[in-house]
């Protein structure tokens, strides 16, 4: 039976395959989902743009380069602002809801807090999303047949890239507003790499990272303010070959923040982004999880 979740996104999400997988990477852009059912805009009190403001736009075409050296891409069609991936599968806001919430479901973490849980409550710049409350059996769908279905379909993407190469990279890319991150000296961030503070993968994948990003141009930070979310923490397990690294990328740089239109040096980024990924794949030159570890 096809749910109507499913048939409103039709697909609720795509992975793209490379005729060969020749890399150890794997790409997942979480947040790029543009698809606004009708139904949720009726619930809804912000306008389409407004409730884009949360969306990672086009992130999944910057990294399109990248991925075609060889390796899957996978993306959300549905947007954040429906449902954010990048969260526990159950961070849920007893105030948005009616009905009884589950009593496994963290309804006390931070994100929750902000407003900012599995379904949001808001959009990235402080907006109210919802009209009223929705009843908590909607957020439970969404959950079933969106969240659920693309991390089991992530995790066999890594566990298969594991299984092939030994090692599995997972590249979690994201956008940022271009207000949101300064440098201690007050220059503005164009990318911020995040690695949990170095717990969710090799520390030589962040450093050549961020030696190919600064060669190509670009102010490059760490973990601040934004050092990986749900996705980089669970999927990230070094010592067992799988590795996880957020990339967030400044919007500023490839299209107009108010408008949401593309910048010609959109094509530029891409291209820098491929061209990093290739550096960094050739300077790793080889497994960087000794099997004899990955093993234990």
């Not at 599968?89 to 931070?110: C, K, Q, V, W």
Request: hydrophobic share 40%; with cysteine.
């Amino acid at each position: 039976m096809r749910s109507t979740l499913t048939d409103e996104f039709d697909p609720a999400f795509v992975v793209v395959e490379p005729p060969a997988q020749i890399l150890p990477l794997v790409f997942n852009i979480p947040h790029a989902g543009a698809v606004y059912p009708a139904s949720f805009l009726a619930q809804s009190r912000l306008d389409a743009l407004a409730l884009r403001r949360s969306e990672d736009a086009y992130v999944d075409a910057l990294f399109t380069p990248a991925a075609e050296l060889g390796a899957p891409l996978m993306t959300a069609h549905f947007p954040r602002a429906y449902l954010d991936l990048n969260r526990e599968p159950y961070e849920l806001d007893s105030r948005m809801f009616d009905g009884r919430i589950p009593t496994f479901a963290n309804t006390r973490s931070m994100r929750v807090a902000g407003g900012l849980g599995t379904i949001p409550r808001i959009v990235s710049d402080g907006q109210e999303i919802y009209a009223g409350r929705l009843p908590v059996e909607e957020a439970l769908r969404r959950i079933e047949w969106l969240y659920k279905p693309y991390h089991r379909t992530l995790r066999q993407l890594v566990r298969r890239t594991a299984q092939t190469f030994g090692e599995a990279i997972l590249i979690d890319g994201h956008s940022m507003p271009s207000s949101s991150v300064n440098r201690d000296d007050g220059a503005k961030a164009d990318m911020v790499l995040g690695d949990r503070y170095g717990t969710s993968c090799a520390p030589v994948l962040t450093e050549l990272m961020e030696a190919a990003l600064r060669e190509r141009g670009y102010t490059v930070i760490r973990n601040k303010p934004y050092a990986g979310g749900f996705i980089t923490e669970h999927y990230g397990e070094p010592a067992l070959g799988r590795h996880a690294l957020q990339i967030e990328i400044n919007r500023a740089l490839y299209m107009e923040e108010r408008t949401l239109e593309k910048k010609p040096a959109f094509a530029t980024l891409a291209a820098d982004l491929r061209h990093a990924f290739r550096q960094v794949m050739d300077d790793l030159g080889g497994e960087i999880t000794p099997r004899s570890i990955a093993a234990e």
